[in-house]
């Protein structure tokens, strides 16, 4: 990544293409201008799906892109309880903590930090456009 303090703090987007599904940066949380890519054969989907699925402890946000509307359908469902919002054909975008009714998954939740009774509820937003 590279930074530039000269205009505030701005770092630049980096794109990472990675081979290894191990990656720190497809299994960790990282909050920057970040995007880690990890392609795979159409033969391979399900099998992509399952490691998505396993790869991380986190899932504040997910983004699916398809053509057909099947492959985000098996992708929701296949990935029901990994992210806390889902966007389909559309960019990720912003949530505040306290401000939005819903939170992410597992260690990315924001549900116990809002002070209410969504703490006890595992709730998703999907998006799709």
Request: charged share 25%; hydrophobic share 35%.
């Amino acid at each position: 990544m590279k930074g530039d303090d000269s205009k505030g703090y701005f770092i630049q987007l980096t794109v990472i293409l990675s081979k290894d599904p191990q990656s720190v940066t497809l299994r960790e949380e990282i909050f920057e201008s970040v995007l880690t890519v990890l392609l795979y054969e159409d033969e391979y989907y399900e099998k992509t799906l399952d490691l998505i699925d396993t790869t991380t402890d986190y899932g504040l946000t997910a983004a699916i892109f398809a053509s057909e509307r099947k492959a985000l359908l098996t992708a929701t469902n296949r990935l029901c309880n990994s992210a806390g919002n889902i966007y389909y054909n559309e960019k990720c975008t912003g949530a505040v903590v306290g401000q939005q009714p819903f939170g992410g998954a597992r260690a990315s939740s924001a549900n116990d930090k809002t002070g209410n009774i969504f703490r006890f509820l595992l709730l998703r937003q999907r998006t799709e456009h």
